[in-house]
């Protein structure tokens, strides 16, 4: 297909007026695009795909003017969509993308960008090729509360970042096609790619599975970025209760982020450890304790998702890269795919 | 020295009358230990005796009766003491509370039971041939909390076990002679060893250091109890909040102990997962969810170190082992020292 | 008007098929009416009228299909419309519900039910004498959690009631045309007069305004419902934090109600008092304490609109007075209007 | 009895090296005064008083070197005795502290000062006449986080205070003497009267008694500061849960203090309502809102009443007044016997 005749901007043009966009996927998170795609003012959604009729009823309300078809071609052929928007299930994130940019549509993609990284990588040569956006929808980088955490880390406000503790866990929705990892850990390595800017030097993970389909339910993630710095991530569908916090230990400062604390979020403590380096004390204590303020800064109400199809619509129409564009899903696919190595083989540690 | 001589009872005798003592040790917790043997009727203490004579003089005026020495040797020799509470550093415990068993002392040591696994294995034995009392202050496990939930185990309320989570972190105590898992994680190994019983297949540590000594100030510690059970355990000096916290996921009913939470230490979700092992299902869910009530047992408010000194004495005077005996220390021991391996190896797993 | 010739059913006539209903305001409350009622499968939502055009527009998108209309009297008209439900400033309430009950509609108004006893009054018997469903939204009667205590209170779990406290406070949305007290205090009295059933007997209420307005945005009320039993209110337009919870001290157990906590939204406390009412002690302790566990029973999860919402088509079609009639408006108005005389009267008592 | 005869320093007099201290009352509070006198080098706890042999015996330990006697004339007379600490029932505080100062001794009494407004009064004038100190045991004016709190009030971080709500509730102990309001008001009124330094204009009280004693458990005291501030009070034995809050609501930013939370007990919410008083919006909202950052202040881990008893000496020592004076206690005690009436009478206002 060539995008030209398909009536779509060619590799890099801006675009002018609202991004015409189809989403492909009405399931979990689909309903939750078009919706924010249609209160965009950037952005209008003109069709909606799924391969179950029932699923495409029930957002037919959300959305009464776009088309609804259950064949990805009627999409791919449609010469007003400019963008598709691709929320089912990973292991299609790849053909479906490929199949949406070699038709001359920029692509906005669910985490994971593809459930292996020979496939991701693909994707990032190819959207460079033709020239098509490739994003991914990480959607923790656009939340204010994520932006915040990431301001006051490159401001130096922390000081050196010690580790990095984070736990998501609940009473989960099991998925049949992918373990805990899979499902939860991509947000918050994300979110640890996002402030860090770099791959870690190797990797553990550690998990078990209670049903017969042997993918895990509970999981231990620890990512070694070099001597100074470790992340470690607990993501669980068995827990009785619901947790969703980081901890970022830092030498001046430390950062929780409790996602589900929505008066307060982010807790910044001004406490710490002085470390004694030149001490020769022989015995006793090396270090001395700092404690200090609490602050907990506001952060906006905004939805993250509706953060996410604003940027997306900018890179269409002024043709910027995207915050999280291929290579970043790329980051982690590959710690996702070495984690899945590690895992299978009880912890053992992969050098990436 | 011959314990008959020494004016002690023989091995395995019963002992009448109050259970004379000498405190070993005044930093953190010895005053602990003085303060609840001074409180116990069932217990007199007769002696302290530290190293360092201003801790002495800041202990005097809590048992102003007893005998103060820095000479270890007046307390071996001192055949009015039955017993001794050793709360020294850990690399002290073997020497001292072998020296007290040849002296014929009972005793009674502080977690862990010995640095080494050589040391503890030769404390049990020699303990064994002496007819001495030996018991470990895994403090822990003579809290009402652990003990209602041993019985919630044990009563099989809970169902299998899944998996256990423990949390033990705090802006803390840096210890100048050892790591944070030796310092931290016996609490959390001797709640486990309690409610399980029986040893770990095998075992991996992470852990990180921020000064100069080398010591793990943030580890992660990771026990496999064979296919259907993994225990995690985080433990923290440089954690900006303090939490204390353990899940125990299983079957029919979750359990989480907050330590901190004094007015529901214990919780227990009557909700879980419903495993459908005969489904076929191809696309989609496997299992289902239940939850339900969320019950908080009263947990009656004694200290557990009065409960500890009160279970020492009753042993002392009944001759009946110690729950907490030297085989438990040396369960703990033989985990620590295979952790401490794991550690250095970059969390690689180790079979015990 | 004369019901019948507007095609409108009879008075206490069965209604068959699905209920047409006409929003009448789309303010702050009126799309969340408009969501449930086109999400109900006995209702359809025919009209949706608003003085203010944009309001209109802004929800023209939730029930394309609707007649959209800034006259009341098209609502009047239409003889397909069988029943309103009333979402304006409380000062139209009795005017609009009255000329929908001479037009043969059935009634569900937003509380409170009138801002005076009068108006309240002559709604309950116009309602009366047109057999006229007229049923007032006090929602909270319809949440699964209120639904749980009123079972509770019923079955003498708690024993008998002591006291209840409650707190509704937040940085509020100024209203500007009633006080906190109007704003806010309907809910918890209409939670207290489902569990009671029954007047106070006196009340007090105190306030302050902080704005020209003088209207007050922090207030307190205190009723009076005989010797053994009090309800007081802090209803708080100007809190930092949000607070919404109901403490029931009772003499067997005691309850309390956090609509903030989603997780464990009810706990009862198996703890009191023990009173020795023979105890002639001079000095000393007269009663004794009771700790005991706590239990957070399991609290379905339903929007308590949608119950409204059934429950409302339900008395239309099937002729049984709604469980929040008129009279139960009417008690609360009778409180509220009290209260009023009693804040601008410094918190004098007004005997009911 | 002559003050100079009984050897003590003259009125006014500065008195150096420690002051001699006897504690009357070995209760509840009791025990805590002789280890913090104990333990502070400005003072030395010569004796105790108890009608209680028992009591005396249960805290000989902790003061070994002093006189007990169950005889307070054994006080009075002895000279080495400079000042009296008195913790015995609120009904014998006046009669104590009064024949304490004539016999030359300085006073610090348990809050309230008295239970009723003549002998306090009589207290004040008799303090003064005989140029001693009397001190009333405000312990909350002496924590860190209440004097952090004066700071922020004083410095106007806050601005002018809109309201302060304050609840403190528990399953209590129960008073045979008093009734809920002279139990745990004093803490809360302390509190208010350090922070604002005034009297209110008038008060009301209801409160509840569910035993036979007819002293209520139940209790609310409100306070009118003039139409712009008005402070609130719960008090309670009865409730299930413990909580000790209080809440400045003010123009610029407000406050909560949670006594219950040690890692933050001050929070500063930086949030909070522009009122637009030039706006003549007829139908709409008079005010906005502001959301901002919430701060917590380090607070030090102090005892209070460490400070109490050092504040206590220094004036002893220098002839200073103490920050919680006669004059102070007096205040509480207006307020109290005002609140008494006013809780007999179903909370009739009585202006003070």
């Known amino acids: 297909m060539n995008a030209e005749l398909l009536g779509n901007d060619g590799p890099g043009q801006k675009k002018s007026g609202p991004v015409g966009v189809a989403v492909i996927g009405c399931g979990y998170w689909g309903p ?67 199949a949406a940019m070699e038709a001359g549509k920029d692509v906005l993609v669910e985490k994971p960008l593809a459930d292996n990284i020979r496939d991701a990588e693909r994707l990032v040569s190819r959207a460079r090729e033709l020239g098509r956006i490739l994003m991914v929808d990480h959607t923790y980088v656009y939340s204010p509360a994520i932006r915040k955490i990431k301001e006051l880390v490159d401001s130096g406000n922390l000081g050196e970042i010690y580790y990095i503790d984070s736990v998501r866990i609940n009473l989960g929705q099991f998925q049949s096609d992918i373990n805990v990892l899979w499902d939860l850990a991509p947000h918050d390595l994300s979110i640890v790619d996002y402030l860090l800017g770099r791959l870690p030097r190797s990797l553990a993970a550690m998990g078990i599975s209670h049903t017969t389909s042997d993918l895990e339910d509970v999981a231990y993630l620890n990512l070694d970025f070099g001597r100074s710095l470790m992340a470690t991530f607990h993501v669980n569908w068995l827990s009785p209760v619901k947790l969703r916090h980081t901890i970022i230990g830092a030498s001046s400062r430390s950062l929780i982020f409790n996602d589900l604390n929505h008066a307060e979020p982010i807790k910044i403590y001004d406490s710490g450890i002085q470390i004694d380096a ?75």
């Open 32 to 98: 939750n695009l078009i919706r924010n795609f249609s209160t965009c003012e950037a952005t209008r959604v003109l069709a909606v795909c799924d391969r179950d009729r029932r699923r495409l009823q029930g957002v037919s309300a959300s959305c009464p003017q776009a088309q609804f078809t259950e064949n990805f071609d009627d999409i791919l052929k449609n010469p007003k969509i400019d963008a598709v928007a691709i929320a089912t299930p990973v292991s299609t994130h790849a053909a479906l993308s490929l």
């Open 278 to 352: 030149s001490s020769e004390v022989r015995y006793g204590i090396l270090v001395s304790y700092r404690t200090g303020d609490v602050w907990s800064p506001n952060v906006p109400r905004e939805e993250p998702l509706q953060n996410v199809v604003r940027h997306f619509a900018d890179c269409i129409q002024t043709g910027k890269p995207p915050l999280t564009d291929g290579e970043a899903g790329l980051r982690i696919v590959r710690i996702l795919e070495a984690a899945q190595r590690s895992i299978k083989a009880q912890g053992g540690r992969i050098t990436l």
